[in-house]
């Protein structure tokens, strides 16, 4: 069903009104985790004053050590329902488990599927019934095809909003956190009639490479880039060492614009 044999135009995911897939390059930003109300606000208005309409927070985060901060819960999903009802914009944050999945809905516009819940079979299945966009990312070692039927579980169930995310596979590489396979961006594009993104921030793992490898995921069709935005990130409580600060922000937004309007799509 994901296949573009079957389905020659693209899919356009509606987020509130914001298309994604459309021909014009979405974003998201926001901080790896949410920590407070404080916090989120923050970054929600440097969002909001650039005229964008999404922000993204995990209140469930799936960390490689159970001794590190785990996320807020269900109270960080109302602290980002309460962030989006103050500013109007839309909220993308990842869901773990299928029972949380049925109260999360109220408080969140996206579902997120984070990596390491590629194959969670189960999750997908559930998320495949429910009437809000998901925000599907690529496994930490999973192939294309892998994806793709990831991706294939959740609309088999009926919901066709779907949002892919290439976000880095593993390989010998050290010097970036992962290595970010530009090239299934126009691969899936091909393959499929879904909207496809970059996480640019997890990918590399560097905050010197988000700008390069953003502009790169535009410039082979991307519809879209994630990326990670912390008020004061050396004391954040996740992925501290490469989120952008607002300063960097303000910067970043400025220089993928420019880079926009003075660049087309291959
Ligand atoms: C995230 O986006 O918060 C995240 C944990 O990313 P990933 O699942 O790609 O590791
Ligand atoms: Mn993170």
Redesign the pocket.
């Known amino acids: 069903l994901v296949s573009r044999k079957r389905k020659a135009e693209d899919t356009i995911v509606d987020i509130n009104g914001h298309k994604i897939g459309d021909g014009t390059p979405s974003f998201i930003y926001g901080p790896?985790?949410v920590e407070s109300y404080e916090q989120v606000l923050a970054v929600a208005l440097s969002i909001k004053a650039k005229g964008l309409t999404m922000i993204?927070g995990?209140a469930y985060?799936?960390r490689t050590s159970p001794y590190d901060f785990q996320g807020l819960g269900l109270e960080g999903l109302k602290i980002l329902k309460r962030v989006a009802d103050e500013t109007g914009l839309s909220v993308v944050t990842?869901i773990i488990t299928p029972s949380h999945l049925e109260e999360a809905l109220e408080y969140i516009d996206v579902v997120?599927i984070?990596?390491?819940?590629m194959q969670n079979f189960e999750l997908l299945k559930e998320a495949g019934m429910i009437n809000k966009p998901v925000l599907l990312?690529?496994g930490?070692a999973a192939t294309i095809d892998e994806f793709i039927h990831a991706a294939e579980y959740i609309l088999s169930k009926g919901n066709s909003q779907i949002i892919l995310?290439e976000?880095?596979i593993r390989t010998y590489e050290r010097a970036t956190r992962n290595t970010l396979d530009i090239s299934a961006v126009p691969i899936l594009k091909q393959e499929t009639h879904l909207p496809v993104f970059v996480?640019v921030?997890?990918s590399t793992g560097r905050k010197d490479l988000l700008l390069p490898t953003a502009k790169a995921a535009i410039a082979v069709g991307a519809d879209g880039v994630?990326a990670?935005v912390h008020p004061d990130p050396a004391v954040a409580l996740s992925?501290s060492a490469q989120q952008m600060d607002l300063q960097q922000f303000d910067e970043f937004y400025d220089a993928i614009n420019q880079f926009m309007n003075t660049h087309t799509t291959i």
């Not at 984070?114 to 819940?117: D, H, I, M, Y």
Request: charged share 40%.
């Open positions: 790896c985790a993204r995990g985060k799936p990842e997120q984070g990596a390491r819940n990312k690529r930490l995310c976000r880095g996480d921030t997890h994630m990670e992925d």
